[in-house]
């Protein structure tokens, strides 16, 4: 078999042919590596000023300030301690590790954990070092190769107030940085709140610099003049609609209550201040500490993290009466004209309601004067039974458009943060419990004054006070003014979003609105050189004392603010509720309070 | 017949020093990357240099223990060898460990197995044994059937482990398949200047080439204007071409991920992406290229032992050699290479069986295919795919696998008498 299927010579030839093919790469190889070792410098050159290091130029995040030029949230510097792996050389470590009071195991520890990342991208050794450390690290760095200090900053909050609208920063995680290329580890991201929704305007545009170290880690200019560097650009300053007083002045008065309180401008939908408290110190979430923070305020029984502006759902009691006698005089349920007079309850195939004593007869506006059940309730059968609906179905559905046309039921989907819907009781609820027939208008006879299958957020009452002093429009409330300069107003909520219902009928409903302050339930909070209208409301709670509720919007002809107030088992809306309204609408309006001693009864309530 | 138990008997002396050279500049090298302040003994066995030792006398070992064999064990049990490996890359891909994204490693206690390393040797056993059984004398295109399924299952095995640089070295086995006239030269040139192309049309726009290529054939047409014949034969081609060319770069423009059309681009210029895909082949051409006429000296590196180049130890271990050794060392050892490449080859035409012969073509042949990719890739001529240098690169599996394969052509080469 000794090559018997090929003759000698053609082996030899294709023998011949690989072996030249193999030569031929080595020289190929030979004269690359004398291009590159002998006849090219440039090597060389980059090899002796040795190291090229990437450093993230961190952009200056947007500054935030109120609607009248307050800064409310600024950066503070800081820095971290970084370290590269591969670069980390002879040095005294027993000093460096006394220098930042961490054990010799700890540093060990460290730099594995850094190694394992990259040996040759750097890593945070540190964060957050002190001024004295940071003094003391930056005379001595040269003696540390492989280490230097990366220039960062935090949020600064000089108002310990507002938390929940501002939100917070904080590293990115990995969702975030699959989600988005632009994010590396170790870079910041808005997590909530303002900070989450304006994340890309307030971040700005991070820039990387190659610099040049020699073997003393110092920094000996950039790599090729700059050619691949990219500058950072400080992130946009944004302008908040908050009055920052309000806001810490709302906050005061909630402290030690439970509840909540909105205050909008209804021309323009700014919020003005927007209250849950408990609250926390925005300062608590943030830097190193905020991990730890953060999770001593999810243990809180209280709750401090949940914003109960936006999320807590109540039945809003007599307060929604505002928005069912609105649904009957479009519809046609009652006019300006119909009265009843209210034997003290109102009482229907079993079902009893009672109602309180007050004048007799009542029309729609004595009616919300004295916020009488008994009219409420005949009003509401009055609609849901009128001749032109042509089921149950269809009636409950005009009342719940109705309502979700001013804002109920839905998210407003603005600026705000975890936002909740609430909820409102529709035809397929009720035909799934008791099947399509079998219910009608007295069944659901407890939605005619706010109770039953409805839920409705603070922040939602707020806008219907607010859409009253419209006179019958709102616009989506949102918490950010002015984006770059105060007169570059936010394009995204400017539109008016109007209701289904006539603007004549809000006329009508302001005025008795009016009266309820001047003479009715809220007349105890009438403050006396300011107009303003308002609704008291008493939330049942099934779990113990009753909630306080109030909606109000001052001055009466020109509204300047509507205000929706929520405290937690305070009693009575007028108790409670209304005073603390009335309150921050002498704040915002007069920014002073003359009524020291009705300031006072509310400071120092605790519930 | 005290002979017969010698086992060192007619080894080929040349080899076994081309053999020690390679292991131990490879041993030095990853001591000069590796090298840990505070652990510098080389023997130090916490650290990748004092383990490469450990693995250097297993690997010995492990050579003897090939030699003690007998010479008709390799023909006899190729196919049984063959299918054991296969079974452990079916294994690896149930029961493997994840390293660098490849599912190719089993561990055992403190030791990584990676049997696609082994794969290579049990591959070039199998193919041997098939063109020793194949007695036909004009190979047909039937007679390609089994060497190409027998190449395909590690390669699909390897693939689906997600170590493309491993499995592309079996394309490495043409060159056998050559030698053995199982395809004729013409074929393999033309594999070449496909491949040729091929990287061409990704470095450089696909309507250049397509135009220079046009115009050299209206140049040829214009001196043949008087044999149409011929420029119609030549018009076909140039279609062919072109239409390949533009296939190409239009199917890859497709099908390339963003990072990949990244590994190329930096071929021509690595500073298109320097945070990226750039870094590792700028920070490999400047320590090779710093190490000048007679590189820096022993342990005086500063690019690798500054841990700018990546996996120094294991893939770009020809930098520190280039830094350290500069361009006289770095020409030493390729010719060191050359020669135990050139060596093989000639101890495989001595063989009297085809067996051997082929074996040693397809050791020759894994050997060059390493050898060129993973210098290539330090020296920017080939884009970075991780395979070891062979008997240089640190880790146990590559030195065993390549120690056995070179093993067991020594003791075929050896005995080569014997056997028919
Ligand atoms: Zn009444």
């Known amino acids: ?607 | 017949m005290r002979n017969q138990f010698n086992i060192f008997k007619n080894l080929d002396k040349i080899t076994i020093l081309l053999f020690l050279a390679l292991i131990f500049i490879g041993w030095i090298n990853i001591y000069a990357a590796e090298i840990n302040e505070s652990h510098t003994s080389i023997f130090d066995f916490s650290q990748r240099y004092g383990k490469q030792f450990i693995w250097i006398i297993a690997a010995i070992l492990l050579g003897l223990i090939i030699l003690a064999f007998d010479v008709k064990f390799f023909p006899a049990f190729a196919y049984v060898i063959y299918g054991g490996i296969m079974l452990l890359l079916i294994g690896v891909l149930l029961f493997g460990t994840t390293v660098n994204a490849s599912k190719s490693w089993f561990q055992i206690g403190g030791i990584a197995i990676q049997p696609a390393e082994f794969a290579k040797y049990a591959t070039a056993l199998a193919l041997a044994k098939i063109i020793y059984d194949t007695k036909s004398k004009i190979k047909t295109f039937k007679d390609l059937i089994k060497p190409v399924v027998l190449l395909a299952i590690p390669v699909m095995l390897i693939f689906l482990q997600n170590d493309t640089g491993s499995a592309i070295v079996f394309s490495t086995f043409v060159i056998v398949l050559y030698r053995e006239n199982y395809i004729p030269g013409w074929l393999l040139l033309l594999g070449i200047f496909a491949v040729f192309l091929f990287i061409l049309t990704l470095l450089v726009n696909e309507f250049i080439i397509i135009g220079i290529l046009s115009s050299i054939f209206l140049l040829t047409a214009i001196i043949l204007r008087k044999k149409p014949a011929s420029i119609r034969q030549l018009l076909l081609i140039l279609l062919v071409i072109n239409t390949y060319v533009y296939g190409v770069s239009y199917v890859f423009d497709q099908i390339l991920q963003p990072h990949q059309k990244m590994r190329i681009a930096v071929l021509i210029d690595e500073t298109v992406d320097l945070r990226g895909a750039g870094y590792n082949l700028h920070q490999s051409k400047i320590a090779i290229g710093s190490g000048g006429l007679t590189g820096k000296g022993f342990l005086q590196g500063t690019q690798t032992k500054f841990s700018f180049v990546p996996e120094q130890g294991t893939d770009f271990i020809f930098c520190t050699v280039g830094e350290e050794w500069g361009f006289l060392g770095s020409s030493l050892l390729i010719i060191l290479f050359l020669t135990l490449l050139i060596r093989i080859i000639l101890l495989a035409e001595r063989q009297r069986s085809t067996f051997s012969r082929a074996f040693g073509y397809g050791l020759a042949s894994v050997i060059f295919f390493h050898f060129t990719i993973n210098i290539g890739m330090t020296i920017g001529l080939i884009p970075v795919i991780g395979i070891p240098l062979p008997f240089i690169s640190s880790g146990g599996s590559s030195l065993w696998a390549f120690t056995i394969f070179l093993f067991t052509f020594l003791k075929l080469d050896s005995r080569r008498l014997d056997l028919l």
């Not at chain 1, 002045?249 to 209804?266: D, F, M, T, W």
């Open chain 1, 1 to 607: 078999m000794l090559n018997q299927h090929q003759s000698p010579e053609i082996g030899s030839r294709k023998k011949n042919a690989i072996i030249f093919f193999i030569i031929l790469i080595g020289v190929l190889y030979i004269t690359r590596l004398f291009f590159l070792q002998v006849l090219d410098h440039r090597y060389k050159i980059y090899a002796e000023s040795n190291i090229q290091r990437i450093i993230t130029d961190y952009a200056a995040r947007g500054l935030i300030y109120d609607r009248n030029g307050e800064l409310i949230v600024y950066n503070e510097p800081y820095y971290d301690l970084m370290v590269v792996p591969g670069q980390v050389g002879a040095m005294d470590t027993t000093e460096f590790t006394r220098l930042l009071g961490i054990t010799r195991p700890q540093f060990e520890s460290r730099l594995q954990t850094a190694r394992s990342y990259s040996r040759f991208k750097s890593s945070v050794f540190e964060k957050q070092i002190s001024k004295d450390i940071f003094a003391a690290l930056q005379e001595k760095l040269f003696k540390y190769p492989g280490f230097f200090v990366q220039p960062r900053t935090l949020r600064k909050y000089p108002y310990p107030v507002a938390a929940h609208t501002f939100g917070y920063v904080g590293e990115a995680g990995p969702t975030d940085i699959a989600a988005d290329p632009y994010y590396q580890p170790g870079d910041y991201i808005g997590i909530s709140g303002i900070e989450k929704h304006y994340e890309e305007i307030l971040r700005g545009q991070k820039g990387t610099r190659i610099v040049m170290v020699d073997a003393l880690n110092r920094d000996i200019g950039s790599f090729q003049d700059g050619r691949y560097d990219t500058i950072a650009l400080a992130g946009t300053d944004i302008y908040a609609s908050l009055d920052i007083e309000l806001q810490q002045y709302g906050e005061q008065l909630l402290k030690n209550k439970r509840g909540s309180i909105v205050a909008i401008e209804p021309s323009s939908g700014e919020i003005l201040a927007l209250v849950s408290s408990p609250g926390y110190d925005p300062n608590l979430l943030v830097g190193r500490v905020r991990s730890q923070n953060y999770r001593k305020l999810q243990e809180d029984t209280l709750k401090p993290l949940f914003n109960r502006a936006l999320m807590a759902s109540y039945p809003p009691g007599s307060v929604f009466k505002v928005a069912n006698f609105l649904i009957g005089l479009q519809e046609g349920g009652i006019t300006t004209h119909s009265r009843y007079s209210c034997p003290g309850y109102y009482y229907s195939g079993g079902i009893t309601v009672r109602c309180r004593s007050h004048p007799q007869p009542v029309n729609v506006e004595t009616a919300l004067q004295y916020s009488c059940n008994t009219f409420s309730c005949i009003q509401f059968r009055n609609t849901l039974e009128l001749p032109k609906f042509q089921s149950m179905q269809e009636a409950l559905n005009t009342w719940r458009d109705h309502i979700v046309s001013m804002g109920f039921g839905i998210t407003f989907n603005s600026d705000l943060s975890h936002e909740l819907p609430g909820q409102i009781g529709s035809s397929d609820y009720y035909d799934q419990i008791y099947g399509p027939r079998g219910w009608k208008a007295l069944t659901v006879i407890s939605l005619a004054i706010g109770q039953g299958e409805i839920g409705t957020t603070p922040v939602q009452l707020a806008n219907l006070a607010a859409t009253v002093a419209n006179r019958g429009y709102y616009i989506t409330p949102h918490v950010i003014k002015a984006i770059g300069t105060p007169e570059n107003l936010n394009p995204e909520f400017i539109e008016p979003r109007y209701t289904s219902i006539d603007s004549i009928h809000f006329e009508t409903i302001a005025r008795a609105m009016f009266e309820t302050v001047e003479s009715g339930t809220g007349r105890y909070s009438r403050i006396p050189d300011i107009t303003m209208g308002g609704k008291t409301g008493t939330v049942q709670n099934p779990h113990g004392e009753n909630h306080s509720a109030f909606i109000a919007f001052a001055p009466f002809e020109n509204p300047k603010i509507a205000v929706s107030v929520i405290v937690e088992n305070a009693g009575g809306g007028a108790t409670w509720a209304a005073p603390i309204s009335s309150l921050m609408i002498e704040k915002y309006i007069n920014r002073e309070i003359n009524r020291t001693w009705f300031e006072k009864r509310i400071l120092d309530a605790e519930f």
